[in-house]
């Protein structure tokens, strides 16, 4: 995979139909996406943003498998827990509604909703929450922490099935952070 060559293809703004591509499996390559959402190759950080934007607009998920897919190309990748990280939320207002708009940490922007669900895993053991949000497709972005305070600020207390739950909304949807 010529990362030149593949920048130079996809040098416009919108995402490459990676869903209709079906090219062969050329193997796993040594790239990992750690849960912070910095990416790795051979065990080093990416450094360049730029190359990690790029190869954020090519990854697709195929069952439980990560993949860096081009026309010609597929190569499987790890990633620990999700693809990207959302690091930003900005609260607005849509026809006296909430409207919950998050960053991650490669510049997608996207709006929590029916297309960009928010739901909540916890930890069995630890009960530690880890919050996520629908980027597009199945791919997700973790909630960073300071992010998912900030939700649990700006949430209401409701009554669910006999539990105090905290819940939010965005764009007319309810979304449950956990029972309190």
Known sequence: MDPNRLAQQLSDEKLPPVEQWNPPFCGDMDMVIKRDGSWHYMGTPIGRQKLVK??????????????????VEKVGIQVEDA???????????HEQ?????????????????????IWVNTDPETQEPSPYIRVRKNLDALIHRNVFYQLVEMAEQKEMDGKTCLVIHSQGKEFVLGAI
Request: negative net charge; hydrophobic residues 40%.
């Open 97 to 117: 509604k909430p409207v919950l708009e998050f960053t991650d940490n490669v510049g997608n922007v996207f709006v929590a909703g029916e297309e960009h669900p």
């Open 54 to 71: 790029l190869f954020s607009t090519i990854i697709r998920k195929d069952g439980d498998e990560y993949f860096l897919v081009t026309p």
């Open 83 to 93: 693809p990207f990280v959302a690091v930003s939320l900005e609260v607005k207002q």
